[in-house]
């Protein structure tokens, strides 16, 4: 019951990831004002139905079950994940953005499936991560930044990066800071190599 809530839980977690991939592409074709506006108002909708979830303790049907444990009095990783995606979108070059949301997408999925699967090589800290998961995940985040980004380089920062975030985030959401802190090292390392003109 608990390993298919959790299989449930990916789900979820892809749809949204394949949803905000898609509004990036489309702020190729309907503007980025426009795309951004959208999904500020899908955010607040979602926000609205968090409240309802948290404060007022309403039973949300048939998508209840998604939330962990620890989820039930605080907001899920799908609103840190919506609002990663916006100011990703916003702040970010496009491949950058792009590359930065198919590893939140894409790396955490494979490396769930993996450290559900094979856990023979558990970290030291945290425990419940195993090697198997993270180099399972840096493979995926690695081999995406090289098909996305202009420049190997960029994409081994990003994946080291979102590799790390996934590995070691414990209190604070990955969902908002994978894609933040892998996108805003990948843009760094994109000025600096235009800068420098390598690019």
Do not use: C
Request: charged share 15%; glycine share 8%; no cysteine.
């Amino acid at each position: 019951m608990q390993k298919s809530m959790e299989l449930q839980r990916k789900g979820a977690h892809l749809l949204v990831g394949l949803f905000l991939l898609l509004a990036l592409d489309l702020t190729r074709f309907l503007g980025k004002q426009f795309i951004l506006l959208t999904l500020g108002f899908i955010l607040i909708l979602f926000l609205q139905i968090e409240f309802f979830r948290i404060e007022l303790k309403k039973h949300i049907p048939f998508v209840h079950h998604l939330w962990r444990d620890h989820e039930k009095n605080k907001l899920g990783g799908e609103a840190f994940f919506l609002l990663g995606g916006i100011l990703s979108i916003s702040s970010f070059d496009y491949t950058i953005a792009l590359a930065a949301l198919s590893m939140v997408t894409f790396g955490d999925l494979v490396a769930a499936l993996v450290g559900n699967t094979f856990h023979h090589y558990p970290l030291r800290y945290p425990k419940h991560k195993s090697w198997e998961s993270v180099l399972a995940e840096f493979a995926v985040d690695l081999g995406l930044g090289i098909f996305i980004l202009p420049h190997a380089l960029i994409a081994i920062i990003m994946a080291l990066t979102a590799t790390a975030i996934e590995t070691f985030s414990i209190e604070l959401d990955d969902n908002l800071l994978v894609p933040l802190f892998a996108g805003f090292n990948g843009h760094i390392i994109l000025y600096l190599l235009t800068f420098f003109r390598i690019l």
